[in-house]
């Protein structure tokens, strides 16, 4: 079984930034990829990033191409994601997720593993 806890959301003006943390406890995730997802009032849960067990390969939605980074430190158990030039668009709860595959992968029924969101405001 695996735990995981996110933090670092939070109210931001547009432009802004947020570092968003994901700590994994139970076991290890390091043998899986893991993503950041995201889901706003009335709309489903969307893939933002995502990334393989050793952190060699990445994916990122459109919307946040180019603004958002995912990394992750598998000694810590930890997942992040690195936002910026924040748009009040980004608004949602963000969720992290563990998968069991160690390679990058893009929709919610691929993932076992789910936090319990953070909230991210984007003020314009």
């Known amino acids: 079984q695996v735990h995981l806890v996110e933090s670092g959301g939070g109210l931001v003006q547009a432009g802004g930034s947020l570092r968003l943390s994901c700590a994994a406890s139970?076991?290890?995730?390091?043998?899986?990829?893991m993503g950041w997802f995201r889901q706003a009032p009335g709309k489903e849960r969307d893939i933002v990033a995502g990334?393989?067990?050793?952190?060699?390969?990445?994916y990122y939605a459109d919307s946040v191409k180019g603004r958002f980074t995912i990394s992750r430190d598998n000694a810590k158990n930890t997942l992040y994601l690195q936002m910026n030039s924040l748009k009040p668009e980004d608004t949602a709860v963000y969720y992290c997720?563990?998968?069991?595959?160690?390679?990058?992968?893009?929709?919610?029924?691929?993932?076992?593993?789910w936090g319990q969101g953070t909230q991210v405001t984007v003020s314009s």
């Open positions: 990334i393989n067990w050793l952190g060699g390969s990445t």
């Open positions: 139970g076991r290890t995730v390091g043998n899986y990829a």
């Open positions: 997720a563990a998968s069991l595959d160690a390679i990058v992968v893009y929709t919610t029924s691929d993932y076992v593993y």
